[in-house]
């Protein structure tokens, strides 16, 4: 008889987003006069930009002509995407990535969780708590984590990293030494960010203990100050110790059309054995690449149009982040982040726990946000708001809390 992957049966039962669409409806179901405004899953909520849908136009055409027709891609995608990656989001930065050091995907949410699979189950994993619960489930799903303990919510094998207010969102080494080291900057949740000076440390740490960063740039089109790197590859020597995931979703809002790269540079290596390889290997064998289409929209990004239109949109979500920031702080509540990332992440009010608040949120306010429990232990007590709904939207949520 065929047997399951025991390894999946150790993940909580509840997903965290499932959860909360589970107690929207029933709200919803019970009060079918109230009006809820939605600031909790990160999904974009603006338009794709004029000259992303003129590309797809285009492209849709070409699929119609027999002379233009492409089939299947590239096993790294086509090189007119990864050469346009590779000269802006790098070489324009004073980074040195190849172009066949790029690896396009449908996503990076798909690109974080499979990655670890190049990696033995015998590596130790170490993740910033709290933290986007993708990276630590795919592991579990692997056998990689060990036991779990409801009582603590956390995990034997996992090395956690506590990013909280006394450290102001961002971690300190681990005390224990990791083998994989999952980082995301500017943060999911907390919506912290780095320095270059911080996470060059990080770098030259991983070289020095022989461990692999995995760096989930998602949001680095949001970053404002000057000083927070868009890439760990501006930091000396992460060609030799760092995994780069990237996103289309969130800079220009591909989130229902999915493209996404990872960079795995050709000096990582384990021994003699090169993870460009692997990565090659297992992104070829198991293809999650976009079709042609969504490439060549991907490609418009780059353009001149493309990089002034989205601006403008990651401008109208940071006005956004920037109206809930300071309306919670007008209102009394303690909160970081919202500079360097669509993301407000406050402190729960009157020691009321993470679903404590999101309860009260939806039932006083009609507000949904993202329990911050959800996202590991040291997320408890905490909630984190999106800026991705419309202006309107969160103008009006605003004032819904501080009558609150």
Excluded at 11 to 27: C, D, E, N, Q, R
Excluded at 341 to 350: H, N, R
Aim: glycine letters at 8%; aromatic letters at 12%; a negative charge.
């Amino acid at each position: 008889m065929f047997k399951v992957n025991d390894n999946y049966l150790k993940l909580p039962g509840s997903y965290l987003f499932s959860t909360i669409g589970k107690k929207v409806k029933a709200y919803q179901e019970a009060h079918p006069d109230k009006e809820i405004i939605r600031l909790g899953i990160g999904d974009v909520t603006q338009p794709l930009a004029p000259v992303i849908i003129q590309a797809l136009h285009k492209a849709v055409d070409e699929m119609g002509d027999a002379a233009t027709f492409h089939g299947y891609a590239p096993d790294l995608g086509y090189e007119f995407l990864r050469n346009a990656i590779a000269k802006n989001d790098y070489a324009d930065r004073g980074c040195q990535i190849g172009a066949d050091e790029i690896f396009v995907s449908d996503g990076a949410k798909c690109d974080s969780g499979n990655i670890q699979e190049i990696f033995s189950v015998d590596n130790k994993i170490a993740v910033c708590d709290p933290v986007y619960p993708v990276y630590v489930d795919t592991n579990v799903m692997a056998g990689r984590t060990g036991v779990y303990d409801p009582s603590s919510e956390t995990w034997s094998d996992v090395i956690y990293m506590p990013c909280t207010a006394e450290n102001d969102f961002v971690p300190e080494l681990p005390k224990e030494t990791p083998d994989l080291i999952y980082l995301c900057f500017p943060n999911n949740p907390t919506g912290s960010a780095i320095t270059k000076e911080q996470l060059q440390v990080w770098v030259d740490y991983a070289n020095k203990v022989g461990a692999v960063i995995i760096y989930d740039a998602a949001y680095e089109a949001y970053i404002s100050e000057e000083n927070v790197p868009h890439s760990i590859y501006e930091c000396q020597g992460a060609r030799t110790c760092a995994i780069e995931l990237r996103s289309f979703s969130k800079n220009a809002g591909f989130t229902g059309t999915r493209l996404g790269f990872t960079v795995v540079p050709k000096d990582l290596k384990s021994g003699e054995v090169s993870l460009h390889s692997l990565w090659a290997r297992r992104h070829g064998t198991k293809y999650n690449g976009a079709p042609y289409i969504v490439q060549k929209a991907g490609e418009a990004v780059y353009s001149p149009e493309g990089k002034e239109q989205l601006r403008n949109q990651v401008a109208y979500y940071m006005n956004n982040a920037r109206v809930i920031k300071e309306g919670l702080q007008e209102a009394g509540y303690t909160v970081a982040g919202g500079v360097n990332a669509p993301y407000i992440w406050l402190k729960t009010p009157d020691k009321m726990t993470s679903w404590e608040f999101f309860d009260f949120l939806l039932e006083k306010g009609n507000v949904v946000g993202t329990p911050g429990s959800g996202f590991g232990p040291s997320g408890e007590g905490y909630f984190r708001l999106t800026a991705f709904g419309s202006y309107e939207n969160t103008v009006a949520a605003l004032e819904r809390i501080k009558k609150l």
